[in-house]
């Protein structure tokens, strides 16, 4: 599958609990993220997750080599 196409798919991300529940994961952006007014801008970049029950965040983007994660 190449790039453009996986830009282009949407996935729904859920989390689940120690209970067995699971609960919806909703993107966290800054409201004057630069990417809101140029989409391609957003390719390849991180997006940071949390659930909307425990707040717990998942961080997801590219595979890049030396890449340290954002400090919390």
């Not at 196409?5 to 919806?24: C, N």
């Not at 966290?28 to 007014?37: G, N």
Request: glycine share 6%.
């Amino acid at each position: 599958m190449d790039n453009i196409r996986l830009q282009e798919a949407q996935y729904r991300l859920e989390h689940r609990h120690r209970d067995g529940t699971w609960a919806p994961m909703v993107a966290e952006r800054s409201h004057h993220d630069s990417a809101d007014h140029d989409p391609e801008r957003s390719w390849g970049v991180r997006t940071l997750f949390r659930c909307t029950k425990c707040d717990e965040g998942v961080l997801i983007g590219p595979e890049e080599e030396d890449e340290q994660p954002p400090p919390p």
